[in-house]
């Protein structure tokens, strides 16, 4: 049953196996089909979307979470079938798309996973049980990650003849390494939480009793820090791959005179 929202200037409510609400600054994303372990569909991702857009401008950290025992166990496998969803192209008509129409459906599917890194939010990730394809991908579109110590990431697009395309590429190569990450993503094999902490793609593991609390505490940790220093610090370390040192220490004297007319009251 979808509950819509209650207050048009607060979206909080579900839809699609996605529930929305909001606490002040905080906004908390619960993907809720815990007995189909949160199989993702297109109109999981439409609503996913949705949440971004809609979001107050008051919101500075979102925390993503799973209901049941899987954060995500990829795409909803209906989608391979000739039968495919009711009333969503299924891969065989999406194959017999035209380039632009079949380009622009994909990028329409993308938009669940991208808006996670806006400059002016920073989000975290609470992840168990398996997180895969899909799942793994939705994980590598937050800024960080908190994970359960029976957590297992997957990337099986490359194992069913597929690439990732939702997005997962590039943070799982900055995260990891381009060795690495095409390891992982070629053999599609288990990423267990002790090795996924090791390697940088999550920032802490947990028992799994504690991750929704330990999620919870690293929001507020960051929601401590002044808003606009966090926004600035953000884009800083954001660009940084892309430039030279030269051209980030540059960067960085810039942001700073931004940030020290704003604390003296003689800002834009």
């Known amino acids: 049953m979808t509950a819509p929202a209650t207050d048009p200037q607060t979206p909080s409510g579900e839809q699609d196996g ?29 609503a996913l979307a949705a949440v971004g857009r809609d979001l107050p401008g008051t919101v500075r ?22 039968e495919g ?34 400059p002016d939010l920073i989000s975290i990730a609470a992840v168990q049980g398996h997180a895969v394809g899909a799942g793994f991908q939705l994980a590598l579109g937050c800024d960080l990650r908190v994970v359960a110590e029976d957590v297992q990431f997957s990337m099986k697009e490359t194992s069913l003849g597929l690439v990732p395309d939702l997005a997962g590429t590039k943070p799982l190569t900055e995260l990891v390494g381009y060795a690495r990450a095409l390891e992982i993503c070629v053999t599609g094999r288990w990423v267990g939480a002790a090795e996924a902490v090791a390697i940088g793609l999550a920032n802490i593991e947990v028992p799994g009793a504690e991750l929704d609390g330990a999620a919870r505490d690293l929001a507020a940790a960051l929601l401590a820090a002044p808003r606009n220093a966090a926004i600035e610090t953000k884009a800083l370390l954001q660009g940084a791959s892309g430039r030279s040192f030269d051209e980030q220490r540059s960067a960085e004297r810039v942001a700073q005179a931004r940030r020290l007319r704003d604390l003296a009251g003689i800002g834009d």
């Open 18 to 46: 996605v529930r929305l609400e909001i606490d002040g600054d905080l906004a908390v994303v619960t993907l809720c089909q815990p007995k189909r372990r949160n199989a993702q569909s297109p109109a999981m991702w439409r």
């Open 61 to 82: 950290v979102v925390l993503l979470r799973a209901e049941g025992v899987s954060f995500s166990a990829g795409l909803d496998r209906a989608m391979f079938t000739p």
């Open 85 to 118: 969803i009711p009333g969503e192209p299924s891969f065989l008509q999406l194959a017999a798309a035209g380039d632009k129409e079949l380009d622009d459906t994909i990028a329409t599917y993308q938009e669940a996973f991208t808006w996670w890194r806006r």
